[in-house]
């Protein structure tokens, strides 16, 4: 599959990039897609969350009423759970929610996810570009210029580039990573990607090796 080079002002250069089909053209994998996105959202969860169980509360342990002659249920303690200000029951505690996936299994999901966009024609490359300084006026110009500006939109870079990606940080629907970086979700939650030039080598060599 080619597609056509554009600069910064979305004019094309007369020059195309050929998408790989061992990456860009694969019979998507739904299930390895979920799996992968489900790790991915799983490793944002910090997994701190601890409620205190009855024998945790801070409280008098006398018995509240008499067992017998109230014409209510009996009651032991202020820190049972049916009680305000008791104890929780079955409540969450911390837990580890990382989630071990091959490497395989994740190739093929980011694979997946880059053949969903191929296929959908929302894919653009772009020539490698550099910013002098952090201006989000100029990466807000740049998504115009590629009719994508009221879009999310993840950009794959080649190279890190400091100024770029402080230039897109303040914009909701813009994400920057470099070429290492992409991860399935972020692709599946783009509306539309864009390539710089020197990423498409570098992505096709991380996901075929």
Same mark, same amino acid.
Do not use: D, I, Q, T
């Given at each position: 599959m080619k597609v056509s080079v554009l600069d910064k002002s979305g004019v094309d250069t007369g020059r195309t990039v050929e998408l790989n089909k061992d990456v860009f053209g694969v019979e998507p994998n739904d299930h390895a897609i979920y799996l992968d996105v489900k790790q991915y959202l799983s490793h944002q969860r910090q997994g701190t969350h601890k409620s205190k169980e009855r024998a945790e509360i801070a409280g008098s342990t006398k018995k509240i009423k008499k067992q017998k002659g109230t014409g209510t249920a009996r009651a032991g303690s202020i820190k049972s759970? /049916? $009680?305000?200000?008791?104890? %929780? /029951? $079955?409540?969450?505690?911390? %837990?580890?929610?990382?989630?071990?996936?091959?490497?395989?299994?994740?190739?093929?999901?980011r694979k997946s996810a880059l053949s969903y966009k191929a296929t959908e024609k929302n894919i653009a490359i772009v020539e490698d570009f550099a910013f002098d300084a952090p201006k989000t006026k100029e990466y807000s110009a740049l998504l115009a210029n590629l009719s994508v500006a009221d879009k999310k939109t993840l950009l794959v870079l080649g190279d890190d580039n400091k100024n770029v990606f402080l230039s897109s940080r303040n914009l909701q629907k813009a994400n920057v990573v470099t070429a290492d970086q992409i991860n399935t979700y972020d692709l599946l939650n783009a509306d539309n990607l864009i390539l710089c030039e020197g990423s498409v080598d570098k992505i096709h060599n991380l996901l075929t090796k």
């Open positions: 759970p /049916v $009680f305000r200000g008791g104890g %929780r /029951v $079955f409540g969450p505690k911390p %837990r580890n929610y990382e989630l071990k996936l091959n490497k395989k299994l994740k190739s093929l999901a």
